[in-house]
């Protein structure tokens, strides 16, 4: 029984788009051109006797799934690969992050929000700006090669902190890496620690 009383019976079908008004003005509508089902800003979706799980989008500020009192899986063939438990992200396997090549430059500004990882080959003295899109408990790591003919020597400005005070000396021979590992304790504090020509 749709709303406003008309019946539909088993045998019956829908050959054009089918609206259902919602009590916020905010429809659920089959559109068929677009073979979707389309539920509107604060649209619930539940399943389960107890409504155990609910999805919705709300008004462009956030996607919700909530799954009320057992584990939310993600699987891949059957098998569980990552699952929301109490307490926090159980995963099964291996996670990786992809790195990201920085362009060179006389600074170089890291767009936190591109990837945890990433990496450039400085041809002179470069200065690493203050991070962009810095986000608290964000880590990764940041891999420094030494273009041609070495001898370059990177600094950093003030939200970088290194143990002592000042970044240790880098590698000076071209081809060597270094690798600074960071972890964004608050927003212009990143603590980081230096590994020296792991090449």
């Known amino acids: 029984t749709l709303a406003g009383g008309v019946d539909v019976d088993a045998a ?35 399943m389960g006797a107890g409504d155990d799980l609910k999805i919705k989008h ?23 690969k990552l699952s929301i438990v109490t307490g926090g992200i159980s995963l099964t396997g291996g996670a990786a992050s992809n790195i990201t090549a920085l362009s060179d430059g006389s600074t170089i500004t890291i767009d936190m929000s591109t990837a945890c990882h990433h990496s450039v080959t400085i041809a002179g003295n470069r200065t690493f700006n203050n991070p962009t899109n ?55 504090t990143i603590h980081c620690a230096v590994s020296i020509n792991v090449s």
Not at 29 to 46: A, H, P, R, V
Not at 58 to 65: M, R, T
């Open 12 to 46: 019956s079908n829908f050959n054009e788009d089918v609206t259902f008004t919602s009590a916020n003005s905010n429809n659920i509508i089959f559109d068929k051109s677009d073979n979707s089902l389309e539920f509107g800003d604060d649209c619930l979706l539940k």
């Open 58 to 80: 709300n008004a462009g500020s956030f996607s919700e799934i909530n799954a009320a009192a057992a584990d939310l899986q993600l699987q891949r063939a059957n098998n569980v």
């Open 134 to 188: 810095q986000v608290v408990g964000q880590s990764g790591s940041i891999f420094i090669e030494q273009g041609s003919g070495g001898n370059h020597v990177p600094s950093f400005q003030s939200n970088f902190k290194f143990n002592g005070g000042s970044p240790p000396d880098f590698s000076t021979t071209a081809g060597q890496v270094d690798r600074v590992d960071y972890i964004i304790k608050a927003s212009g």
